[in-house]
């Protein structure tokens, strides 16, 4: 009933940036998620959280991406984007899209999209 669609990983050199965008389809509208955001993680690690969006424009980050990363919603496309500037090569992981239903708190994920920064 709820699908998360990532895109825009790839490999990039350090320094460069990338953007990845979330699409959020629902088999019924009445589907709304109070929270969205991007979570990740690399080889041998725990899933960690990047920055998140609360309904209103709240934002959240991991220290580790503050100040390089930001955090976007589009509710009329039901899409969160996550710019990525100044990348570094211990960004690199699967990045997964999450999205957390406003009625129930169900947690939803996309398939994840592979994010690789070069030294």
């Known amino acids: 009933q709820v699908q998360l669609v990532e895109s825009g990983g790839g490999l990039v050199q350090t320094g460069g940036s990338l953007r990845l965008s979330c699409a959020v389809t629902?088999?019924?509208?009445?589907?709304?998620?109070?929270?969205m955001g991007w979570y990740r993680q690399a080889p041998g690690k725990q899933r960690e959280l990047v920055a998140h969006i609360i309904s209103g424009g709240i934002t959240n980050y991991a220290d580790s991406v503050k100040g390089r990363f930001t955090i976007s919603r589009d509710h009329a496309k039901n899409m969160v984007s996550l710019q990525m500037n100044s990348l570094k090569p211990e960004d690199t992981a699967i990045y997964y899209c999450?999205?957390?239903?406003?009625?129930?708190?169900?947690?939803?994920w996309g398939q994840g999209t592979q994010v690789t920064v070069s030294s």
């Open positions: 999450n999205a957390i239903s406003s009625s129930n708190g169900a947690n939803y």
């Open positions: 629902t088999t019924r509208n009445i589907f709304t998620f109070n929270v």
